[in-house]
């Protein structure tokens, strides 16, 4: 379960174990001082997928160590003998189709079981960020590709999103829960197909901002919620 207290702790335990001030952990790669201060004194409720690459790269850990920390998890150091050379070789088996265990605690997860890790979902965000920096004039098919693309970021977003949502809904921390996802609660599906207003209805509802729900749907998303836990 996500706990941005017990999270903060593990941060700033694993800065000071390698002898870092919060300024040293953003010239390592890192997110901003101020940043790091919040986070380990537990003020931000749901760190960014940017932001938990960042930690693991400059705190050594294994990627998605600190989404999965976020999570309830512990986080994995990258150990001495190990260094880049260890971490490159990791990725390159995974590339090359060579079997490697699932997260003990997998931070994204479709119903169907597919798992991302949370360092690869925010490489996927950032380069989805470049897209909007392409023209306009581009071709019909490369558009559709973009507009594809776009489509699967916003639903792999989505379904990270949902599951931190159940876990906020769990804890009981709505508070929390809708100054974290504000602006995705007031967001609309980039394509408006039935599942992804379905997905968007049931975030709404685990965040107390769907109000009227059918008895249909009310049941069914008591049902979803029951069968995450």
């Not at 690459?53 to 990627?63: E, F, N, R, S, V």
């Not at 512990?74 to 260890?86: F, K, L, R, Y």
């Not at 379904?159 to 609660?185: K, P, Q, T």
């Not at 394509?191 to 049941?219: F, K, M, V």
Request: hydrophobic share 35%.
């Amino acid at each position: 379960m996500a706990n941005n207290q017990r999270f903060g702790r593990l941060v700033e335990a694993r800065r000071r174990e390698l002898g870092m001030s919060q300024s040293a952990v953003r010239e390592a790669g890192g997110p901003s001082a101020l940043t790091v201060r919040r986070l380990e004194h537990g003020d931000i409720a749901q760190p960014d997928f940017v932001t938990f690459g960042k930690l693991d790269q400059a705190l050594q850990w294994m990627p998605g160590s600190a989404g999965r920390a976020f999570q309830g998890g512990e986080p994995t150091p990258i150990s001495e003998d190990d260094g880049p050379t260890a971490t490159a070789t990791a990725a390159a088996r995974e590339e090359s189709g060579h079997h490697r265990a699932r997260p003990a605690q997998p931070v994204t997860a479709f119903e169907h079981g597919i798992v991302l890790r949370t360092d690869a979902l925010a490489e996927l965000t950032r380069n989805g960020r470049a897209l909007d920096a392409l023209p306009d004039n581009l071709a019909d098919d490369v558009q559709a590709g973009i507009s594809e693309l776009r489509y699967t970021i916003d639903r792999l977003t989505r379904a990270w999103i949902i599951r931190l949502a159940e876990s906020f809904r769990r804890e009981g921390n709505l508070a929390d829960l809708v100054i974290a996802l504000d602006d995705h609660l007031r967001s609309n599906p980039s394509q408006g197909t039935t599942e992804d207003i379905d997905d968007l209805r049931y975030l709404r509802w685990l965040a107390g901002y769907y109000q009227n729900p059918s008895d249909e749907e009310r049941e069914r998303y008591e049902r979803r919620f029951s069968g995450s836990q």
